[in-house]
């Protein structure tokens, strides 16, 4: 397994496959994907992608911080799920931030992958909200 900085665009097919389902490939590019700050992290098993993250900054209104990142669009190819791909991306988005000089990593997490987040070391910041056609929310952050 090996974690790689990749293009905002190498991330389309999985965020596809994983968290936009039958939506358009053009539907998979999200706000702030190109911005100086943002990167893109790939895990690949031999020559597949098998595993994606993106962080970019972004101040949180409930979360002051002095230099916040987002975590945004995390997935695991539903064949590599299990194995230690989604930890390793996270590990790295973290040590990524905190060479960026960065003191917080904030994610709207779905309320389903919440476990994976705490297990990780992330909180729950209040309660549950549903983002429109997407499903429920916790809001969640943890120190890189
Ligand atoms: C959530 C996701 C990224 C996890 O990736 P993964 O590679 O399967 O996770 P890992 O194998 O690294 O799991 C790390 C730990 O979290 C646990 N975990 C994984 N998914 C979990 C979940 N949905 N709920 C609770 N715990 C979970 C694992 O059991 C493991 O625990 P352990 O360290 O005690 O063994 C992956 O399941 C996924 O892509 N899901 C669909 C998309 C999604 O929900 N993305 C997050 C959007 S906010």
Known sequence: MRIDRIH??????LR?????P??????????HDEEADS???????????????SVHAE???QLPA???FRLRGMAVHPDRRGLGVGALLVVEALNAVRTADGDLLWCNARTSASG?????GF???GEAFELPGIGPHHLMHRAP
């Open 123 to 125: 909180a729950v910041v």
């Open 39 to 53: 990167f893109h992290l790939g895990a690949w098993a031999d020559d597949a992608l098998v595993g994606i993250a």
């Open 22 to 31: 039958g939506l358009p490939l053009e539907a998979c590019a999200f706000p």
């Open 59 to 61: 101040p949180c209104a």
């Open 116 to 120: 994976f987040y705490t297990r990780l």
């Open 16 to 20: 596809q496959l994983v968290l936009r």
């Open 8 to 13: 905002a665009r190498a991330t389309w097919p």
């Open 66 to 68: 002095r230099r916040p």
